[in-house]
């Protein structure tokens, strides 16, 4: 336990990850590049892909795969050979917006079905302040009859990564770590650091790590609540928000967020979680709600204002077809959970507008298991307005002819371009924009 790092180097201990998406898998094979690592995961259709070096959530290239000392499997007492697990299994929240821990506690009593005397536990799914000890830590004794602190070390590093960033990455963000104790501290650090070029920084506690990683999507989450707040503001007084940003982003101490929907399974998920431990503490926060509030309401918002700029230009709604170009909950990523250009359509199509999606760069099997729709690869060239939802690389180029192109009625098309890429460039269409 005292040389946790020193065994892992010597190849004496191995390190196992838990949960290989987003998060768990790129950290498998980094860690695998020094360390034995032990690659779980409950869904054996993954690890059957992971096992011919294809990444299920198609953001690894092939070569990612190579020269790592890893193995793939879905056999949880395969765990039992790893003395030094990381958990990096999802944090979603419910129907009603409560944190949904049981990936995390069914993940956790994996581990400790397994747990030895001196092994390790770190945990890198997102939670609140208190729940790596309070939630997570009474599993792992009880699961392994040892007590924390004495018998196992436990420590929470949250992962930092930003979907579809190539400059930000794993090796290259200061990486945040905590333990239970000094010990923990040390190897859980010098671990990490094996890997992190970036260097880590040693946190006081592990709620501390906990409540600054809550804090990093939360106070993004308000930021663009009030940009989309003043973006309401703005479209009644008939002002561009992008051109005020544009503006007000000439001063030194002026934050750059900017309007637009806000999914995902990190920035509109987090918050969530702190509310739901504030409350514990009698602290009902409104700030934090109110953003939520906002951002959660804007796909609605945006179909509504497409809708009014339809009626006013007579188009008939009941007859009408409209292209929505992007489903991902971001640009240039693949992942289409929790994206709120959902709400967009079925906003559309709850006023019986006829709405066809496209996106070259989900997955239209996926997008039909989430959604119920399939993906149209060709789209016509008779609708009525076109709104591009996500700023994917492959967007950035369209001009005013390509989107009349997609019209009928050429002139008469509308234009909405939630992330304000096309603005100042259209001329004829009716354009509108967050
Ligand atoms: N995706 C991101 O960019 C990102 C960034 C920072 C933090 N996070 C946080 O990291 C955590 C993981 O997110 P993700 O995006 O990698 O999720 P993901 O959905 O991509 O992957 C989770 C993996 O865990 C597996 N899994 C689920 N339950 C399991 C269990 N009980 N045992 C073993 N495997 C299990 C799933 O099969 C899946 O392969 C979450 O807490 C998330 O908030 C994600």
């Known amino acids: ?210 409540a600054a990683k809550i804090i990093e999507n939360t106070q993004r989450d308000v930021n663009i609540a009030l940009m989309n707040e003043l973006s309401i503001i703005f479209n009644r007084m008939d002002i561009n928000t992008y051109d005020v940003l544009k503006a007000a982003g000439t001063k030194w101490n002026f934050l750059h967020f900017y309007p637009g929907l806000v999914g995902g399974h990190c920035i509109g998920v987090d918050p969530y979680y702190l509310v739901y431990k504030a409350k514990e503490y009698r602290y009902h926060p409104q700030v934090i709600n109110s953003g939520r509030f906002v951002n959660d309401s804007m796909g609605f918002y945006a179909a509504k204002q497409l809708v009014k700029k339809m009626i006013a230009a007579g188009k008939n709604i009941l007859h009408s077809k409209v292209l929505v170009m992007g489903i991902t909950f971001k640009e240039n990523v693949t992942d289409i959970r929790n994206s709120r250009v959902s709400d967009l359509i079925s906003e559309l199509r709850s006023y019986g507008l006829m709405v066809d999606v496209t996106d070259p760069n989900a997955d239209s099997e996926e997008v039909e298991e989430e959604y119920g729709f399939r993906l149209k690869s060709k789209y016509d060239s008779d609708y009525d307005a076109v709104v591009v939802a996500v700023n994917h690389d492959a967007f950035l180029e369209l001009t005013e002819n390509d989107f009349k192109s997609m019209m009928k009625g050429k002139e008469k098309g509308i234009l909405v371009d939630i992330k304000g890429i096309y603005r100042n460039k259209i001329r004829e269409l009716t354009y509108w924009s967050f």
């Open 1 to 210: 336990m005292e040389n946790m790092f020193r065994d892992l180097v010597n190849k004496k201990a191995s390190l196992s990850v838990i949960g290989l998406g987003y998060v768990g898998l790129p950290i498998a094979l980094e860690f695998a590049r020094k360390f034995r690592v032990i690659g779980f995961d409950i869904r054996d259709d993954r690890i059957k892909m992971m096992r011919k070096h294809q990444d299920p959530s198609r953001e690894l290239p092939e070569a990612a795969f190579e020269g790592c000392d890893i193995i793939f499997t879905s056999k949880q007492e395969d765990l039992a050979q790893a003395s030094f697990h990381i958990v990096g299994v999802p944090t979603p929240i419910d129907g009603h917006n409560l944190p949904d821990l049981n990936p995390l506690l069914s993940a956790t009593k994996s581990v400790g079905k397994v747990l030895k005397k001196g092994d390790y536990v770190v945990y890198e799914s997102t939670v609140y302040p208190g729940c790596t000890e309070e939630d997570c830590i009474p599993v792992l004794e009880q699961e392994s009859g040892l007590t924390a602190g004495k018998d196992f070390k436990v420590g929470f590093s949250p992962e930092r990564i930003n979907p579809g960033d190539q400059n930000n990455t794993l090796t290259t963000i200061t990486k945040v770590v905590s333990g239970n104790d000094a010990t923990a501290l040390d190897n859980i650090a010098q671990t990490y650091e094996a890997i992190v070029t970036a260097g880590v920084h040693r946190a006081p506690s592990i709620k501390v790590a906990e």
